[in-house]
């Protein structure tokens, strides 16, 4: 027999298991069976008009997913899923790509976590749309809406899921990029054992799409946190949140220009100013004032910024106002420590927290210098002062009842009355330019203070028939929303939100 054919034979027959290996494992995929690759199983969930599919290509170390659903959004989703079940911190990352040109822009492909494979389950993921929109989509009780986290960046070629402890966090990388943050987190408390893995959805229940991961890679967490700070935007009729920037480290308390294009945060001792469609951050001139702190904000002609900063007196705040674009700080306040957070909305008068003789209280001063005049006497902490837009009131929080609530006073001081009164301790009234709504910061009852670093809540009164709503529930406290924040039309506000991420 000639040499070449017996090679040529054994050849085929060596090749012969890996062949049977790929045949099978893709009949197995097709039948739905618990072997695909390195998941557990695949199946439908939710009610699709089409029956999805798992094709695991074994030589390429590729998954090419078929998937129908009608959404995976507000309380239910519809979509195909290849999983498996695990515990703890794990991440789980992949290259995805659609095939084909696609029927509806918000076609998904996803990484996700998710706590069982009911419809209406809690879960997390990282969903790539069609049309290049890439967001950490969640829902973090059974049963509740679906909220997003919108990224700045379009199309990225690899993205990654990773939940610690009770919070996940979304990565991505362009063509030749490393993985890095993508800004936001969210809180998805899981128990036990959860499902981990790759789905598709068409979002529309009459279309098949398809898209292939390829590069998936799933590890256990470890290493030791590394802080970020993102800042974010949120719309308040929708809830759904968008990254403006991110960076490592931390920084502080956005405020929103009157004229809606820039955002402003401190950093290390500076005042920083971005655009809020995103870019790179530029530092405001404050002159000597190089320790500033987060209680900052932008007079009602958008000509004055007033700060707050340490560098002068022994290092005890003061407050100054410079030229919105950066110049030489005129000091306003005699007495130290004081710390700005309100405009009169004629830009005469500043409102301000002053500590005199170991207590904390509210106090007003002329733009222009002068004289400060106390306006709360309570015993306990008073913070945080803000104007209505029409200047008849003052917002602020005290712990005069025993825990932090919002109040308000008439603008003199007079007639001051509690605004919330429940079992947890709330800080920071931002009032809406349009006078309606009041947004504020939220803790726990057991939390002392307003701390960094904490399970907090951005909640939003109506304040024609004050009642609440929760807006976000995020990793933050200090620093996330000190000042004024609300966009010029009153349906968005900008915060910080932190991640310490291994």
């Known amino acids: 027999m000639d040499r070449r054919n017996r090679r040529s034979r054994w050849n085929v027959f060596l090749a012969l298991p890996l062949l049977m290996a790929l045949l099978s494992s893709r009949l197995l995929c097709e039948q739905g069976s618990s072997a695909v690759g390195i998941f557990e199983g695949h199946q439908d969930v939710g009610t699709v008009s089409h029956a999805g ?24 989703d519809a979509f195909h899923f290849a ?39 809690p879960y997390a993921d990282v ?50 990029e490393e993985l890095h943050m993508a800004g936001g987190s969210t809180r ?13 959805c068409s979002h529309d229940k009459d279309v098949v799409e398809k898209a292939v991961f390829s590069k998936v890679s799933m590890v256990s967490v470890t290493g030791e946190p590394k802080l970020y700070s993102t800042l974010e935007t949120i719309a308040i009729a929708s809830t759904d949140r968008r990254v403006v920037y991110i960076a490592p480290g931390r920084f502080e308390a956005p405020n929103w220009s009157h004229d809606g294009a820039t955002l402003l945060f401190n950093r290390d001792g500076r005042v920083e100013r971005i655009p809020v469609a995103g870019g790179k951050p530029e530092i405001i001139d404050t002159g000597f004032a190089t320790r500033c702190n987060n209680d900052h904000g932008i007079s009602p002609d958008s000509k004055w910024l007033a700060i707050s900063d340490q560098s002068q007196e022994d290092h005890r705040s003061l407050v100054y106002i410079v030229p919105l674009e950066g110049g ?49 006497t309570a015993k306990g902490l008073d913070d945080g002062p803000e104007y209505s837009p029409d200047g008849t009131y003052i917002y602020f929080n005290s712990e005069r009842t025993g825990h932090m609530q ?5 603008a003199d001081g007079s007639e001051q009355e509690q605004v919330t009164a ?17 947004a504020f910061l939220t803790y726990d009852k057991s939390v002392t ?48 939100s932190y991640q310490f991420v291994p």
């Open 127 to 176: 969903a790539v749309h069609g049309s290049g929109l890439t967001s950490l989509q969640y829902r973090d009780a059974k049963s509740e809406t679906t909220h997003e986290i919108q990224s700045s960046v379009s199309g990225p070629k690899t993205v990654r899921i990773e939940k610690h402890g009770d919070y996940v966090f979304m990565s991505i990388a362009g063509e030749g």
């Open 328 to 376: 030489t700080p005129r000091r306003i306040t005699p007495k130290s420590p004081s710390y700005w957070h309100g405009w009169s909305p004629d830009g005469k008068t500043l409102a301000f927290v002053g500590e005199r003789n170991g207590d904390f209280d509210i106090y007003t001063i002329p733009a222009a210098g002068g004289e400060e005049t106390r306006l709360t």
């Open 406 to 410: 919002i109040w308000r006073m008439k």
């Open 53 to 76: 599919s798992t094709e695991y290509d074994a030589l390429h170390g590729t998954y090419t997913l078929t998937g129908s659903g009608e959404n995976m959004w507000f309380k239910a």
């Open 83 to 121: 999983w498996k079940k695990v515990s703890g911190d794990v991440n789980l990352a992949a290259t995805i790509e659609f095939i084909g040109k696609g029927v509806n822009e918000h076609r998904k492909a996803v990484l996700m976590i998710r706590q069982s494979l009911e419809s209406d389950s």
């Open 449 to 496: 203070g307003h701390p960094e670093n904490k399970d907090v809540m951005l909640r939003l009164m109506s304040l024609g028939d004050r009642k609440i709503i929760v807006l976000a529930k995020l990793f933050g406290g200090q620093g996330t929303i000190n000042v004024p924040s609300w966009s010029p039309d009153s349906k968005r506000l900008a915060f910080v």
């Open 422 to 438: 429940d079992d947890d301790n709330n800080w920071f009234p931002h009032i809406s330019p349009d006078g309606q709504w009041m």
């Open 188 to 200: 998805v408390p899981l128990e036990g054992t959860f499902y981990i893995g790759i789905g598709v």
